[in-house]
T-cell receptor, first 113, second 112 residues
Framework: DAGVIQSPRHEVTEMGQEVTLRCKPI?????LFWYRQTMMRGLELLIY????????DSGMPEDRFSAKMPNASFSTLKIQPSEPRDSAVYFC???????????FGPGTRLTVL | AQSVTQLDSQVPVFEEAPVELRCNYS??????LFWYVQYPNQGLQLLLK??????LVKGINGFEAEFNKSQTSFHLRKPSVHISDTAEYFC??????????FGAGTTVTVRA
């Protein structure tokens, strides 16, 4: 299996622009998680899905952030409009829901100028 | 939700020396415990996990961890480190609701 796939790996954009991050979970995994990692706040869970349905989005920082999972093999995290404080590494992870072992993608490093 | 404290933010260590990374969590009835490693510019990779049973857990790359319920700790150890163990290590805890709570991380730097 190719593991969790994220794209792009790096994104540089200007304040106010829309940013879309993409994730393909491991086939057969029915839980998908989006995390944000910063020096100041560490790893934060933003939202997670089960069987394509958002279960808990309490970690989404503002209405500027939205996430979708239209099917079992694809999810997006969108920031509109982006701000410099959104600069971080965004990770996607998936698992089968058994014992919570999560498999992480390589991350997307977002820089908002 | 659980809270996780990693007591050391930076641990410098010489090659072939032992290392211990400390992790404490807030108490709960039952928990699942994990250690993840993050190499530079990569995602997190599972080192080991404790779900139940023996309190001494062995993981990949020669790491092991011991679950201590009375002290609510899950410390990670390796008897002899290599340069390639230079990375950031995260302790994570779940009380069974599919959400992981991560510690702030410990950066291990192995020097020759």
């Amino acid at each position: 299996d190719a593991g969790v796939i994220q794209s792009p790996r790096h994104e540089v954009t200007e304040m106010g622009q829309e940013v879309t991050l993409r994730c393909k979970p491991i086939s057969g995994h029915d839980y998908l998680f989006w995390y944000r990692q910063t020096m100041m706040r560490g790893l934060e869970l933003l939202i997670y899905f089960n069987n394509n349905v958002p279960i808990d989005d309490s970690g989404m920082p503002e209405d500027r952030f939205s996430a979708k999972m239209p099917n079992a093999s694809f999810s997006t995290l969108k920031i509109q409009p982006s701000e410099p404080r959104d600069s971080a590494v965004y990770f996607c992870a998936s698992n089968t829901g058994v014992y919570n072992e999560q498999f992480f993608g390589p991350g997307t490093r977002l820089t908002v100028l | 939700a659980q809270s996780v404290t990693q007591l050391d933010s930076q641990v410098p260590v010489f090659e072939e020396a032992p290392v211990e990374l400390r992790c404490n969590y807030s108490s709960s009835v039952s928990v699942y415990l994990f250690w993840y490693v993050q190499y530079p510019n990569q995602g997190l990779q599972l080192l080991l996990k404790y779900l139940s049973g023996s309190t001494l857990v062995k993981g990949i790359n020669g790491f092991e961890a011991e679950f201590n319920k009375s002290q609510t700790s899950f410390h990670l150890r390796k008897p002899s480190v290599h340069i390639s163990d230079t990375a950031e290590y995260f302790c994570a805890v779940s009380d069974g609701d599919y959400k992981l709570s991560f510690g702030a991380g410990t950066t291990v730097t192995v020097r020759a």
